[in-house]
C-alpha cells in the first residue's frame, strides 16, 4: 500500500559525530543535493556546539574559497559557492529588531542563494520558515549528538 504523507508532516534524522571528521562527511553528504543552492538552514546549539565548524565544512564543500570567518560580529558573511551566493548569518548579538532593516535581510531572503543561520532564534520573528533544522548537542566526550529535521519538500529532499 503507498503511503502519502500530509505536506506538513516533519522527517527527522539523528547522526552521531565522533570527531570533527564526521561533521565534514556529514556536511558533504548535504552538499551533494542541487538544491542545497536556495535552502535555508537553520543551526541550533550551545556555544561551542559545533555550528560554525558545521557551516565552514559545508561552504567548503560547495567550493567556497578562502578564509571563512565567523559572522559574530557582522551578523552576516556573504560567500561565492560554485554557481551560487551563500550567506552564512550569526544571530547571537542581533537584539534590535531595527536592525534587520540595516542589515538588508530581507533583501537577502527574497534572492538567490544558500542561506545558513546560527542563533535563528534570536531573530526567529524575522526569519522564513527553515527548510532544514540541525540541532548539535555536544556530549561530555566530546562527540555530538546531532537532530536534523525538514520543514519543507525542499528540506525533505536534503535529507534523502
Ligand atoms: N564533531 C566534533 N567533535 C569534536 N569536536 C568538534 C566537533 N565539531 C566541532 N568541534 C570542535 O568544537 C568547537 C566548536 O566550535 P564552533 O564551531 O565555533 O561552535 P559554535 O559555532 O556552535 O559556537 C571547535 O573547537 C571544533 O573544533
Ligand atoms: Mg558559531
Request: proline content about 6%; aromatic content about 8%; glycine content about 6%.
Amino acid at each position: 500500500m503507498k503511503v502519502t504523507l500530509p505536506i506538513l508532516e516533519t522527517a527527522t534524522r539523528t547522526e552521531r559525530w565522533r570527531t570533527e571528521e564526521d561533521t565534514r562527511a556529514s556536511a558533504a553528504r548535504l552538499a551533494r543535493h542541487p538544491c542545497i543552492a536556495s535552502a535555508f538552514i537553520e543551526l541550533q546549539g550551545d556555544l561551542g556546539a559545533g555550528k560554525t565548524t558545521f557551516t565552514r565544512h559545508l561552504l567548503r564543500a560547495l567550493g567556497v574559497q578562502g578564509r571563512i570567518k565567523s559572522p559574530t560580529y557582522t551578523v552576516v558573511e556573504p560567500h561565492e559557492a560554485a554557481g551560487f551566493p551563500a550567506w552564512h548569518f550569526d544571530f547571537y548579538r542581533f537584539d534590535d529588531p531595527r536592525e534587520l532593516e540595516d542589515a538588508g535581510l530581507r533583501d537577502i531572503f527574497a534572492g538567490p542563494g544558500l542561506k545558513v543561520a546560527e542563533w535563528p532564534e534570536k531573530a526567529a520573528a524575522a526569519l522564513p520558515v527553515a527548510d532544514l533544522q540541525v540541532r548539535i548537542e555536544a556530549l561530555a566526550n566530546d562527540e555530538r549528538n546531532v537532530t536534523i529535521t525538514a520543514n519543507t519538500p525542499l528540506g525533505e529532499e536534503l535529507l534523502a
